[in-house]
């Protein structure tokens, strides 16, 4: 077996460990399901509900994407402005990391006032939680470029723009990719702290209902949609990454 087979089936290996740790302690200690299920009950629950569970992750999912393309969209846009100035990154900048630092479950309340109870403040919370890492690493890729290339460029003929569209961006790519899987991560996390106490469908929704219900295993199994959801398109950039940027990993590839 070669070393990246062996990374591959790493995670795998982990995760069935953990998955048979966690039965063997829930069934060794006798922990009620109403407590703390285990897998078994977990996965009982995932086939009892399974056409509910979609119809929940489905909403949840389309929400999310809709947040997170808003995200991608204005995050792109600042950071393309906050890292092409000097001035714009001094003056916006600390701002938008006092915003970032906000608790963005208090806004979700305001959003249903502005909106109403449905999609539109799952849609915001998604992308108020998701676009301050895309705006950062992309304004990071800018205004790291060497100033040794750039004067060289310049000597060359190159103005401010032509630098910062022909080697800014190429630059920033690998920044952005990082940042896309950070963010896919926090608009779910949005989307469902915004459908617990805002909306009445969604995994968030089933979180609460299941909850209130006495259904943890239900619960646990909207919570493995969600992780597994989010992993799903954490790895799709990854490789779409591998496939755009992969001049930026020959050192790592190499080793």
Same mark, same amino acid.
């Not at 629950?45 to 997170?68: C, D, K, P, S, Y």
């Given at each position: ?14 995760? %069935?460990?953990?998955?048979?740790? @966690?039965?063997? /302690?829930? *069934?060794? !200690?006798?922990?009620?399901? !109403?407590? !703390? ?8 629950? /995932? ?10 992750? @489905?909403? &949840?999912? @389309? ?33 938008? &990391? ?11 309340? %305001? ?8 999609? $539109? ?6 992308? /108020? %939680? ?9 304004? &990071? ?11 060289? /460029? ?6 401010? @723009? ?45 979180? %609460?209902?299941?909850?209130?219900? +006495?259904?943890?295993?239900? =619960? !646990? ?5 969600? $992780?597994?959801?989010? +992993?799903? +398109? ?8 591998? *496939?755009?940027?992969?001049? =930026? ?7």
């Amino acid at each position: 077996m070669t070393k990246k087979q062996k990374e591959a089936l790493a995670p795998w290996l982990l995760l %069935i460990g953990v998955l048979l740790l @966690w039965e063997l /302690l829930c *069934r060794g !200690f006798n922990v009620s399901d !109403f407590v !703390f299920p285990s897998p078994s009950r977990i996965a009982t629950q /995932l086939v009892e509900f399974r056409g509910v569970i979609a119809g929940h992750a @489905w909403r &949840t999912f @389309w929400v999310t994407m809709a947040g997170f393309g808003l995200s991608i969209v204005v995050g792109t846009l600042l950071g393309f402005l906050i890292g092409s100035s000097r001035m714009a990154y001094a003056a916006m900048y600390p701002l938008m &990391t006092a915003f970032n630092a906000l608790p963005k479950a208090a806004f979700v309340p %305001i959003l249903v006032v502005w909106f109403g109870i449905g999609v $539109g403040p799952a849609v915001l919370t998604a992308f /108020l %939680i998701s676009f301050f890492p895309i705006t950062v690493n992309i304004a &990071t890729g800018l205004a790291t470029l060497e100033p040794e290339l750039e004067d060289v /460029l310049r000597v060359l003929g190159a103005k401010r @723009w032509d630098v910062l569209i022909k080697v800014g961006l190429p630059r920033s790519l690998p920044y952005f990719y990082g940042s896309l899987k950070v963010a896919i991560t926090l608009a779910f996390v949005g989307t469902t702290v915004s459908e617990m106490t805002a909306a009445n469908e969604g995994i968030g929704y089933l979180l %609460i209902s299941a909850g209130s219900s +006495m259904q943890m295993g239900l =619960a !646990f199994a909207g919570l493995v949609v969600i $992780g597994v959801m989010a +992993m799903a +398109m954490y790895e799709l950039f990854a490789v779409v990454e591998k *496939r755009t940027t992969a001049w =930026a990993h020959r050192g790592s590839n190499a080793a």
